[in-house]
């Protein structure tokens, strides 16, 4: 597994480095720029930061917004991953509110599973049989989720469709999440990790403990594309000496 890894002192810092990174893959694309954003207590750091202080220099009227998963739940729910991002980001950038597709949480999951997929298929080009993300931002669950792949649904990693319905295994919450094909398929992965808490599956899979194979975040290695790590300090915490 090849991947850039990258440790910030702050939040702050991990939030500036995202930016120009982020920032630089959308100007230099030629056309447009398909990115999966993630829901998550970092992720809304990070768009709060980047609503903040990258107006201008993202040229933001080449993105097409989609999610890689979104919680099943009236579009006013403060679970909701779209609102989460709208309130703190795209209602704040001067994206194209025509290129926001949003996974709609309030419809039939399966329904909506097979209309996003449609609409991946229709908008986002298409290779080795799946949608080809330029960007997909990834948090990290306590228990190694990824998007909404949940360790008690490890089949979703290899399904052949696009996206399924997901369900968490505390709350039986239903989502709908990409798969992990789509994710690996992507041109560029950004997996983003703060806390303490995650700092054991961190080292356990960066350092392919045996334990990483139970951890959906163990399995996305992009088939051609770029990984990169960013972790504050505590997240890396256990790296530290390996
Ligand atoms: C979701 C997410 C999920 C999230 C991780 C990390 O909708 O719940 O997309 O995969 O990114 O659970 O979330 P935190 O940053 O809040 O720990």
Known sequence: ???????FSSLDELSEY?????GSLVNAAKEKFNLALSGGSTPKYIFNY???????????????VF??????????????NYKMAYETLLSKVPIIKENIFRIKGEANPLDEAIRYSNLLRAKVIVENNFPRFD??????????????????????????KICQVAIHPESKQK??????????NARNVAFIVTGKAKSKIVNEILNKNINAAK????????IDGNLIWLLDEDAASLLKGN
């Open 18 to 22: 995202f930016t120009e990174v982020f």
């Open 50 to 64: 980047l609503a903040a202080h990258d107006k201008t220099k993202v040229r933001w009227g080449k993105i097409n």
């Open 135 to 160: 960007f997909i931002m990834l948090g990290l669950g306590e228990d190694g989720h990824i998007a909404s792949i949940f360790p008690n649904q490890m089949n979703l990693l290899a399904s052949d």
């Open 1 to 7: 597994m090849n991947y850039d890894l990258n440790i």
């Open 215 to 222: 951890y959906p975040a163990g399995f996305i290695n992009p």
């Open 175 to 184: 989502r709908v999440t990409l798969t992990g094909e789509v994710i690996n």
């Open 67 to 80: 999610w890689g998963d979104e919680r099943c739940v009236p579009l006013i729910d403060n679970e909701s």
